[in-house]
């Protein structure tokens, strides 16, 4: 198999949040999903390309894709942009987490979870 497939989760029932990640030698596939409703609600692709402040060194371009109606669109910006940085390579990125009349609490709760989630994701794969 030329792919590693890694997978985590972190929380627990409907602010669960689950991330699996399809990793190839020159790029990463990661999707973030959970709560009551995992789906895609937003993607992002993180495309590297030289500094513009110094070409030596590299840096990236995102770009997001949200579904109409979804709430994701920051964070998977976020996410894309820090995947590259540890990565140093082309990463996609899609995100879906819904819970049902959520509390302020709970939403706070649900990203600091995805945050995580990534982390652990990126141990795994760096």
């Known amino acids: 198999m030329f792919a ?3 997978t985590e989760g972190v929380g627990e ?3 669960r949040v689950e991330a699996v990640a399809l990793d190839v030698e020159s790029s990463t596939l990661i999707w973030i999903l959970g709560g009551e409703r995992p789906h895609i609600g937003a993607v992002a692709v993180a495309q590297k390309r030289p500094s513009l402040r110094d070409p030596r060194r590299l840096s990236c371009n995102v770009s997001v894709i949200s579904l109409l109606g979804h709430k994701e669109e920051e964070l998977v910006f976020e996410i894309a942009k ?4 540890r990565l140093k390579k082309d990463v996609a990125i899609a995100i879906g987490v819904h819970v049902e009349k959520a509390t302020d609490e709970e939403i706070d709760i649900l990203v600091r979870n995805c945050r995580s989630v990534l982390s652990k994701l990126l141990d795994r794969l760096a």
Request: aromatic content about 10%; charged content about 40%.
């Open 13 to 15: 029932g409907r602010l």
């Open 4 to 6: 590693k497939v890694v």
């Open 82 to 85: 820090r995947c590259f940085e």
